[in-house]
């Protein structure tokens, strides 16, 4: 039986959400039947279509803040009556000001976020 990426990511994701201790426990049986399947090479889609699929299950954002200095990223824990899974990442590149991105939205206060649109609108 041919699995896709999709297909396989989901089911995972499925199975996380909902029986977690069975994934812990047949971890080593997974990448036995990635590897064997020969989906290695789609391993990044997998894991893409496995949260996204977990996510869905416990309701469940992914959420990456960026912001110039560690002492100004804010608190988390739920957006938009989800709970939120937060990646934190310091660039000073940002100058101040935080970026928050979801998978589907992005929302960039940080001063090079307003540079680059005030340079765009200078043109």
């Known amino acids: 039986m041919a699995f896709s990426s999709k297909k396989i990511g989901e089911k995972l994701g499925t199975l996380a959400a909902e029986h977690p201790h069975l994934v812990v426990d047949s971890a080593r049986d997974i990448a036995k039947f990635i590897v064997s399947s020969g989906k ?19 309701d469940t954002v992914d959420l990456t803040i960026t912001a110039a200095h560690e002492d100004h990223i804010p608190k988390i824990t ?46």
Request: glycine share 6%; proline share 2%; net charge positive.
């Open 78 to 123: 739920e957006i938009a009556g989800k709970k939120a899974d937060v990646k934190v990442v310091v660039d000073p590149t940002l100058i101040g000001g935080i970026k928050i991105e979801t998978e589907d939205y992005e929302i960039d206060s940080s001063i090079q976020g307003k540079l680059r649109k005030l340079k765009t609108v200078a043109k």
């Open 40 to 58: 290695t090479s789609k391993i990044n889609d997998i894991i893409r279509h496995f949260k996204s699929a977990y996510n869905r299950k416990t």
